[in-house]
């Protein structure tokens, strides 16, 4: 059965009412968990800290925090200090970020993010297990550090949980297989029901690596969906557009837009170089306005309440176990009411 989560960050000015209204009646309701995620704006932990106080059975997870904003080990001592504050109900959803934003904001190197990943995975299991003093000798991470004469240590809090979940953000097919590899969950976005084969091929070439044939036990996909109502789906569709077409332009670097190889896999490779080109030489507002009606509806819930509702159940199809909504905070709780009310 499809569970279903809100994103209560990523907000510009001010905390969002939705923040409330899923502290104050989520857990009623049946909403699964509580999610945020960071890039260079608001951080994850903290609203997590403020909802662990305020609810009892949701899941809390970050979706996803940012490798390159923390060391592995000071990523495993807020795991560990957020699980004990909400009675282990945290998720840990990690991702190495884009480039821009890794060597923008952070001043980070970008590197090989498939090995960053897994030593930085592999760090944070080994400070939540705490069989042994941390010692590291990897590519990214060396602890204690080179030259150093410091011994290495074993973290004085003991951890609730010392398998905390740990789930991958992936958008590629190299990332996609890595999680189902060494993560125990993938984050997703603009994922689309109708290529829910060709995830499926991807993460089993991850679970297969592992020792797993036919999926991996306890093994979760979480996709962020972008929800808008409106009387037609034309209308409904009309902001996620630039979105849309600034993805598909903009991010990533040339030749390493994931987000663009998305698009292009369900079908719509000439327009993407035109949304591209367009982009280009004629800015972003002509290159929304290719965005076509279907384009949207195949990763994003749009359209009157009823229309959405009923879409659900392509989704209830796919590979997904739970459902991320985010949008204008109206929109969300009216698709919620409609899903388990």
Known sequence: MMKYGVQISRWRTGVPDIVHWVADVGEELGID???????????????????????????????????????????AMTVMTLDHLSAGRTVLGVGVSGQKVAEGWYGQSFGK????????????????????????DGEYYQVPAPGSTA???????????????????????????????????????????????????????????AGHTGGKPGFEVAAIVDVRRGRTVTEAAEPLRP????????????????YYDTFVRLGYADLCERVSKTYTEHGADAAAALIP???????????????????????????????????PEEDVKSVLHGALG
């Open 33 to 75: 968990s509580a999610w945020t995620s960071e890039s260079y704006g608001g951080e994850a932990f903290t609203p997590l800290a403020w909802m662990a106080a305020k609810t009892s059975r949701i899941r809390l997870g970050t979706g996803i925090t940012a490798m390159p904003a923390r060391t592995p080990t000071a990523t």
């Open 113 to 136: 993010p498939l090995k960053r990943t897994r030593e930085y995975v592999d760090i944070v299991r080994r400070a939540l297990d705490r069989s042994d003093p941390l010692g590291y």
């Open 151 to 209: 011994r290495g240590l074993r973290s004085y809090l003991h951890p609730l949980r010392r398998d905390v979940p740990i789930w991958l953000g992936a958008q590629g097919p190299k990332n996609i297989a890595l999680s189902g590899e060494i993560g125990d969950g993938m984050v997703t976005g603009l994922f689309a029901p109708k290529a829910s084969a060709w995830y499926a091929e991807q993460l089993e070439i991850g679970f297969r690596r």
């Open 243 to 258: 979105t849309m077409a600034f993805y598909i332009a903009k991010m990533g670097l040339p030749g390493r837009n994931y």
């Open 293 to 327: 009606d279907e384009m949207v509806e195949a990763i994003a819930l749009v359209g009157p309440t009823e229309k959405i509702v009923e879409d659900l159940a392509v989704w209830d199809s796919s590979i997904v176990d739970l459902m991320v909504l985010r949008g």
